[in-house]
């Protein structure tokens, strides 16, 4: 059974870093490619990035100079590290596997 669970949401001023974690378990960690996904209040689901099996990452354009994917084999974790965040950037954050999501993580940006 894939579980998924997030961390490390918070509020957090413009300008400010965050650094969400998603601990995986019930499947082949290794194998498969986790994504970040995020949802702003009244908008769709939107793919934020992709940590890939062997290793490569993707950044949607839109946070790509300013977020970074990872992952971690030996604990079955991703990151994302957020800098530089906008109000823009306030969303419910989930990871997701396989077809299965976490309960998300809020990240609310604001003064």
């Known amino acids: 059974q894939v579980q998924l669970v997030e961390s490390g949401g918070g509020l957090v001023q413009p300008g400010g870093s965050l650094r969400l974690s998603c601990a995986a378990s019930?499947?082949?960690?290794?194998?498969?490619?986790m994504n970040w996904v995020r949802q702003a209040p009244g908008k769709g689901r939107e793919l934020v990035a992709t940590a890939f099996s062997d290793g490569r990452t993707t950044i949607e354009d839109f946070v790509e100079d300013r977020f970074t994917i990872s992952r971690d084999t030996g604990t079955n974790t991703i990151y994302l590290q957020m800098d530089s965040l906008k109000p823009e950037d306030t969303a419910v954050y989930y990871c997701n596997c396989l077809g299965s999501w976490g309960q998300g993580t809020q990240v609310t940006v604001s003064s």
């Open positions: 019930g499947f082949a960690f290794s194998s498969y490619w």
